[in-house]
């Protein structure tokens, strides 16, 4: 299957600084991207929806000054936390779909944020 | 409101059958898939369906009745390695995947 990598696997800051996260589709075109949150034990939570070229659409409750997305080519998106508190740590995952319509869609690996 | 229903936690010996069950509720329907996620790491497709019926894949089958908004898996043979959560999602008519909240799967020797 297709290949999603996303950079840093881990990372720890400070409270008050911002992290970027990157996604990235090794091996096909991500028309769609979307990037999610995991607390434990719990399930996946939308955060937001991106196209390439487009404003990303974010689900009720997220705010899209602190999470910041970028899709900017057809491989590559980014999301931003900014100002981050450690009520924002938790395991953000992204993952890629090739096409608009049905598509199965490639997570990455992940990215574990710890906010201290 | 768009739902995903499925038990939160299932207890199975190796070398025996589980089945997992999901029920949904979506805005128009565009497949049922299922994901397995091991702790700590992203979810991996397991299964698509979007007809009624079974589709098997080794030792892992998956079904779907539209009609009862109903699907299970079912895993044969269990593994030790099984032990993992999974998540059921159903694809609504926007083709975004509704997710249910996993169903942690631990496996007995």
């Known amino acids: 299957g297709a290949v999603v990598s996303q950079h840093p696997s881990w990372v720890i800051c400070k409270s008050g600084t911002s992290v970027k996260i990157e996604c990235r589709s090794l091996?096909?075109?991500?028309?769609?991207m979307f990037w999610y949150r995991q607390f434990p034990k719990q399930s996946l939570m939308l955060m937001a929806t991106?196209?390439?070229?487009?404003?990303?659409?974010?689900e009720q409750g997220v705010e899209k000054d602190k999470f910041l997305i970028n899709h900017a080519s057809l491989t590559l998106s980014t999301l931003t936390v900014t100002s981050a508190h450690p009520e924002d740590s938790s395991f953000y995952i992204c993952s890629a779909r090739e096409g608009r319509g049905y598509n199965e869609q490639f997570f990455g690996p992940g990215t574990r944020l710890t906010v201290l | 409101g768009q739902n995903i229903d499925q038990p939160t936690e299932m207890t199975a010996t190796e070398g025996a059958i589980v089945q997992i069950n999901c029920t949904y509720q979506t805005s128009g329907f565009n497949g049922l898939f299922w994901y397995q996620q091991h702790a700590g790491e992203a979810p991996t497709f397991l299964s698509y369906n979007v007809l009624d019926g079974l589709e098997e894949k080794g030792r892992f089958s998956s079904f779907l009745s539209r009609s009862k908004g109903y699907s299970y898996l079912l895993l044969k043979e269990l593994q030790m390695k099984d032990s993992a959560s999974y998540l059921c999602?159903?694809?609504?008519?926007?083709?975004?995947?509704?997710w249910g909240a996993g169903t942690k799967l631990i496996i007995k020797p």
């Open positions: 999602a159903g694809m609504d008519s926007n083709y975004q995947l509704i």
């Open positions: 091996d096909f075109q991500a028309t769609t």
């Open positions: 991106s196209n390439e070229g487009s404003k990303a659409t974010y």
